[in-house]
């Protein structure tokens, strides 16, 4: 239960983490917030948007946060419980390449934009495939104890920019508390995203959230921890199976840059995507698994796709 | 529907890869092979066995490989598909700390053995813990075509010890083929294992395995490619949840030693187990993933522990 409840607008966003702002709210341990987050461009990336926006897009814009909230209670070295009520998407989506940023920026020069369709419970995409809808939130963070201005991109021990496919609805995150009243951010809402999100974009959405806050003075932790209530898996999948790739060798980011290359070469000549088209399909519904990191001194990273992204 | 059946007996073995070695069997494309594989210590570990039998281990005689199998009409660019039928375990298996081995050696110095009864569908731990059963083989792979003797332990382009959770009955593998015949090798089953084999060891168990191999010469590839056609996730653990620790940094390994002491010290604080009890239940159950790869300087890697180990 909510001892209360608060709304935060969609205008209340920062760019960057800094501990010397003026909180956008204060609320007491156990308020519910609800929450409008923007998508992650900041409305750059409209419905009739091109590639044009990509090439042109003022990444200091890219990834507000909205906050930070200040929870009464919370002192450095606390732990913030961020229970995730429930999520609410917009209607429509963008999946990016922006030169210079993803996995594979080597293969994948030119700036390339899709808009998604979000009204219906799968995504349609290019060659037949689409992607089930399953909310989530890149960003969700405690503000960084040391002074300054901390790019909204990278996450750090408090958290941020994790972008975790499966804190979704339903999901608590646990949060190191560095600054007085722990000075909560989230942002960053994607319809569908996988674990690696490779090409640098999930499919970037609005999103309204109710979130409830919990000072945990029991708790001490080093990195964010979460709890996960729902299957991991969906059904569709389950029943279709997966096609998966594999890299080897003593670098997992190599490993899993071969891997990501194996499955794009297969989407291309298996389904007639284009290798841009393959590798943002791949950002948005690739899972990165490590297969074993003890064998010394070769790593396995598994790459898993989905077959029923095809209704196969 | 198999040409014919061949059968390879526990004593086909062979220590490391080479192409100079005789077949142990000679079979057309598209035949299934019945193995005996044994377990991976090559029976210096039974069931009466202490944390003696890991310190005096030899480990030259770790790892064998049943093989290799020569199968007709495979040629060096061609792929070696191994459709994995079926697998049944032996009564027994095991889990080991190795000193110097496995994720955290520098954390766990000391021997230690663990014996699992595997007559049920669970397999009990300490604790209250205990494992399902989900069989799968560590070793699946071609010789390398390099000339000389390569050991066991790390994979290789052609596979090997890949030891992937995820091949199991029911999957098919693809291997990238470099010499005359493939000179297939399959062995180290598993089981249970989690994504990564943490701790350097899955349920260590005997196996009998039916496969069959048939060769591909309309496919070519640079690492080994997987079919995986069962749930990647049990009923239970979709019903119970996750307990997921992270680790955030620019380096992946150190992410999952980070995500993985994490949990160990969970397990320690809420379960009452013993550390090295801990780690290596996360090396039979605990999964790593990579939650993203884009975020630089910073990833994040996920360690998911499922509820259901502890009944809840």
Known sequence: MALTSYHLPLQAVQFGWSNAREPVLVVPSGAEIHVEVGECSNGQIVPGSTAEAIRTIDFARVDPITGPVFVEGAHAGDVLQVDLLDMKLGPYGWSANYPGEGLLPEDFAEAWLYVWDLTGSRAPFVGGASVPIEPMLGIVGCTPSEPGVHGSIPPRRTGGNMDVKHVGPGSTVYLPVEVEGALLGIGDP???Q????????????SMD???RLTVRHDMTLTFPEYEVRRPLERASSAAAGYYVTTGIGPDLVENSKAAVRAMIARLVRTRGLEPVEAYELCSVALDLKISEIVDHPNFVVSAFLPNDLFGD
Do not use: F, L
């Open 190 to 192: 994607h319809a569908a």
């Open 194 to 205: 996988g674990d690696g999100e490779v090409g640098g974009s999930g499919i970037e959405a």
């Open 209 to 211: 959230v109710v979130a």
